[in-house]
C-alpha cells in the first residue's frame, strides 16, 4: 500500500499546477486584459494547435533539433569533464576557454553563429549544444576529481590502464554527479531550443510562439507556453526515471518525506 508521503509526493506537482492555473485565471478575469488570456482560453486552444499538422511538424523538429544538440553534449561533455577531473593539464588547457563561454548567454552567440553558418538547423542544435555542454562539464569534472585515490590505485595494481581506469572506475563513480549535471543540462536544452527558435525564425515551436504573438493571437501564445512546459516536465520526468534506475545503488532506499523529483 502507497505510504502518505509518497502520495503526497506524488500529488504535489499536479495540485501546484491547478493552484498555479486557478491563480492565473482569477487574475486575468480580474485585470481584463486583451494580452492576457484566461487559463481556460489557453487551454481551449491547445486542442488546436497539435490537431494543426503544420504545428505539430514545428514542434516534432524543436525536439529533434533539441535531442541531437543534447546528445552531442553529453556525449562530447562527458569525456572531458572526466579528463580535466583527472589530469591537471587537461584542466589547466580547457579551464580558461570554459571561464570566458560560461558568462556568455547563449542566445548572446546566435547573431555571430547566424552570420557563419547561417539560420538553419545547424545554427539553432550548435546554440543548444553550447547550452548543455558547460553543465555536463562542471558535474562531470566535480564527479571525477572526488573519486577516491585509493579506487585507482587499486585498479593500477589490477594492472588496468589509465583509460581502462578512466572508464571502469572513474566513470561508475562519478555517474550520480554526471547524471546531475545532464538533467540541467536537459533544462537548459528546452531553454536554448525555444531562445533559438524565436531570433532565427524559420521553423519549431519558438516560431510558432513569436509568429502568434506578431499576430496578437494571445491565446495561443500562452497555449504554446503551457505546451512547452509540459514537454519539459515530462522529459525531465522521463529523465529522473532514468536516472534512478542507473543510480540506485547510490541512493537511501527508503522513501523521504519531501522530495523535489
Not at 561533455?77 to 579551464?95: E, K, Q, Y
Not at 549535471?181 to 531553454?191: K, S, W
Request: some cysteine; overall charge positive; proline content about 5%.
Amino acid at each position: 500500500m502507497m505510504s502518505s508521503a509518497t502520495l503526497i509526493r506524488r500529488a504535489a506537482p499536479v495540485l501546484a499546477c491547478i493552484g498555479l492555473l486557478a491563480v492565473w485565471q482569477v487574475a486575468s478575469l480580474a485585470l481584463k486584459n486583451d494580452s492576457f488570456p484566461t487559463a481556460t482560453e489557453a487551454i481551449r486552444a491547445i486542442p488546436d494547435i497539435l490537431g494543426d499538422k503544420e504545428s505539430l511538424i514545428n514542434i516534432l523538429a524543436s525536439l529533434r533539433r533539441m535531442a541531437i544538440g543534447f546528445g552531442v553534449a553529453v556525449l562530447v561533455s562527458i569525456p572531458l569533464g572526466l579528463l580535466m577531473g583527472r589530469s591537471r593539464g587537461v584542466a589547466a588547457f580547457f579551464n580558461p576557454l570554459l571561464m570566458v563561454i560560461y558568462p556568455v548567454p547563449k542566445a548572446a552567440l546566435m547573431p555571430i553563429i547566424m552570420l557563419w553558418l547561417g539560420v538553419g538547423d545547424v545554427t539553432k542544435t550548435l546554440v543548444i549544444f553550447l547550452g548543455v555542454s558547460l553543465p555536463v562539464i562542471y558535474h562531470s569534472f566535480e564527479g571525477a576529481k572526488a573519486v577516491e585515490e585509493k579506487m585507482l590505485w587499486s585498479g593500477a595494481a589490477m594492472g588496468l590502464s589509465p583509460a581502462q581506469r578512466l572508464v571502469r572506475i572513474v566513470l561508475p563513480a562519478a555517474l550520480p554527479e554526471i547524471l546531475t549535471g545532464c538533467r540541467t543540462g536537459l533544462v537548459l536544452a528546452l531553454i536554448t531550443m525555444i531562445t533559438s527558435e524565436m531570433i532565427a525564425r524559420q521553423s519549431g515551436a519558438g516560431n510558432i510562439l513569436f509568429n502568434a504573438l506578431d499576430m496578437g493571437q494571445y491565446d495561443t501564445v500562452f497555449a504554446m507556453i503551457i505546451i512547452v512546459g509540459a514537454m519539459g516536465i515530462c522529459l525531465d520526468a522521463i529523465f529522473e526515471r532514468v536516472r534512478a534506475r542507473l543510480v540506485r545503488w547510490s541512493e537511501p532506499q527508503f522513501d523521504m518525506p519531501l522530495s523535489f523529483s
